[in-house]
């Protein structure tokens, strides 16, 4: 009697790309476990350490800073995108002039620190009192907090400058070339196609600068404006207790996780257009 075997083939190996994705897998839960450890280590430090006096002490003044940071930097990503427009055009322009002239403010502005620019503005132009004094302007810049915004939108400019180029110049050129077609003058197609299609394309970018703005604006402290991170200056300096930062850490976690929540509605409502 002849027993036949049948013979199984030997499972083949999971492909590379499954193997990766399994790692990558492992990897994120991983990174996820030590945030929650994180979290947990957080919320029992701010448990245990709960301190009512201090709190009531120090609470007003920590308000009163988030008021002046919130106001410094809604105020400078305004005005600095005001101010960005007239760069973005500049760096497209044929002429050569104009466009040196926005490409080394661009460059100079994005290549070197926010807190440099602030020291250069406040006691580098505040050494120039007298020519100050002369045309006018010294009240502006003996006052810390005028000097903290001009360094916002100045920097936050050249930044929302490249952002808006970048965006114009991503609409594709038959756009243009259609809209010419039609008869639509160059400024209303540029009003209500290009720049509406633009606009779409850069708002990440430009949600990303204003987060960054939000961090970097902690920067002013060192010039004596008490924005959130200048009341936590003060308020350490009295306690000296390490729980001062942790509190400004969850305002400004607060603050960046709410703007990502307008940001994220923005976009699904502005790109419900584009989805099937």
């Known amino acids: 009697m002849t027993v036949v075997t ?3 083939p030997p499972r083949p190996a999971p492909p590379l ?5 399994t790692g990558a897998r492992i ?4 990174v996820l476990a030590l945030w929650a450890l994180l ?3 957080l919320v029992l430090t701010v448990i245990t ?3 009512e006096a201090k709190f009531l002490r120090y609470g007003p003044r920590y308000l009163n800073g988030l008021w002046t940071t919130i106001s410094l930097v809604t105020l400078g990503i305004i005005f600095g995108a005001v101010l960005s427009l007239p760069i973005a055009f500049a760096r497209m322009s044929d002429n050569r002039v104009l466009n040196t002239i926005a490409y080394v403010y661009v460059y100079v502005f994005r290549s070197t620190p926010l807190l440099a620019q602030l020291f250069l503005i406040y006691y580098g132009l505040g ?4 020519g100050l004094e002369t045309v006018g302007l010294w009240w502006f810049f003996r006052d810390a907090w005028f000097c903290g915004l001009l360094s916002f939108v100045l920097n936050t400019a050249a930044y929302q400058a490249e952002i808006l180029r970048g965006a114009i110049q991503s609409v594709p050129r038959g756009q243009h070339e259609g809209a010419a077609a039609l008869g639509i003058s160059k400024y209303i197609a540029f009003r209500k196609i290009i720049l509406p299609q633009a606009l779409i394309v850069a708002l990440r970018p430009y949600g990303n600068e204003i987060i960054l703005m939000i961090k970097g604006s902690a920067v002013v402290a060192i010039v004596t404006v008490y924005d959130l991170m200048g009341e936590t200056r003060y308020a350490f300096s009295r306690t000296f207790d390490y729980q001062t930062y942790l509190w400004a850490a969850i305002f400004y976690l607060a603050i960046v996780e709410t703007l990502r929540h307008v940001w994220a509605f923005l976009e699904a409502r502005l790109t419900r257009h584009l989805k099937r």
């Open 6 to 8: 049948e013979l199984i």
């Open 17 to 21: 790309a499954r193997r990766k994705i």
């Open 27 to 30: 990897a994120a839960i991983a």
């Open 39 to 41: 979290a947990g280590a």
């Open 49 to 51: 350490g709960w301190d």
């Open 127 to 130: 050494s120039f009192r007298t």
